[in-house]
């Protein structure tokens, strides 16, 4: 089984819950799931632009990258984030490698929109070292960054690159650990599954803004492009990620029309 997690950067920022999964994460290959991890680190991210007095801007749920920014991205992201997670992970047991789209042209990405400034959009993820990786019992730790055929580096939203990277990894199960416990309707109740009509039906009508339209944004084309299904659920809930795939009915599960 290709299994393929995302933790949000909220849940990376806490020491406690960063250290629980990635025990959970740390079972997984010797219960014969090929395991590749995507990272966000946005709150980190935003903490450290405040220090240095630079106040960060979103559209749409995705970071606008001017170009003095580009080397905090990658300072906090492919730096100490990953190496945090990274460290955990070995901690727990696991034989975790961190990378970003960067390393052996992994995750190549187009410039999303010149307003955005090194805002990427993933248009080709070359998962032979995925393969190689998992293949041998590696996790893969993925930073959000990604390269260019023209050398150029750019920030991509973490929801899509996980979203990416399932596709092209051809994984069985994504998994989106986040701070909250799923998609909410209106009333802010649970919506336990979704079909991607569904998804595109909750952004136009606002219920599904900022990082939520982004994630929900992200898990719908990947179900398009061929993946079965992807669960977003609160990672900070006891044993979560075990849970789910014991076939616990967690968050919210999103699938094909």
């Known amino acids: ?3 393929l997690i995302k933790i949000g950067g909220t849940l990376l920022e806490n020491d406690e819950s960063r250290r629980a999964l990635a025990v959970q994460i740390a079972a997984q290959p010797k219960q014969g799931r090929q395991t590749v991890v995507v990272h966000g680190g946005g709150k980190r991210l935003s903490r450290y632009l405040k220090d240095q007095n630079y106040e960060s801007e979103f559209r749409r749920g995705l970071r606008v990258t001017p170009p003095e920014i580009l080397d905090a991205v990658l300072r906090i992201y492919a ?6 997670l990274v460290a955990e992970l070995q901690k727990a047991g696991a034989k975790a490698v961190g990378l970003s789209g960067v390393d052996s ?3 190549h990405a187009v410039q999303l929109h010149p307003e955005m400034g090194a805002v990427g959009e993933v248009d080709q993820v070359n998962a032979e070292l995925l393969d190689l990786l998992t293949e041998n019992g590696y996790i893969p730790t993925v930073a959000c960054v990604a390269g260019s055929e023209s050398g150029e580096i750019f920030n991509v939203n ?10 092209g990894f051809l994984v069985d199960k994504a998994i989106f650990l986040t701070d909250v416990g799923g998609v909410l309707d209106a009333d802010e109740k649970l919506l336990p599954r ?3 009509s ?3 039906k909750l952004i136009a009508d606002g219920v599904a803004e900022g990082g939520m339209e982004a994630k929900l944004t992200a898990a719908s084309k990947s179900v ?3 993946i079965g299904e992807v669960r977003i659920i609160a990672g900070a809930e006891r ?3 075990e849970r789910v795939l014991d076939g616990d009915e967690l968050g919210t599960t999103i699938t094909a029309d």
Do not use: F, I, P
């Open 224 to 226: 398009e492009d061929g």
């Open 1 to 3: 089984m290709k299994l």
């Open 194 to 196: 979704l079909t991607v």
């Open 198 to 200: 569904d998804c595109r």
């Open 158 to 167: 973490a929801d899509q690159m996980a979203a990416a990277c399932a596709v």
């Open 79 to 84: 730096g100490s984030v990953n190496h945090n």
């Open 105 to 107: 042209g992994l995750v």
């Open 239 to 241: 044993n979560a990620l």
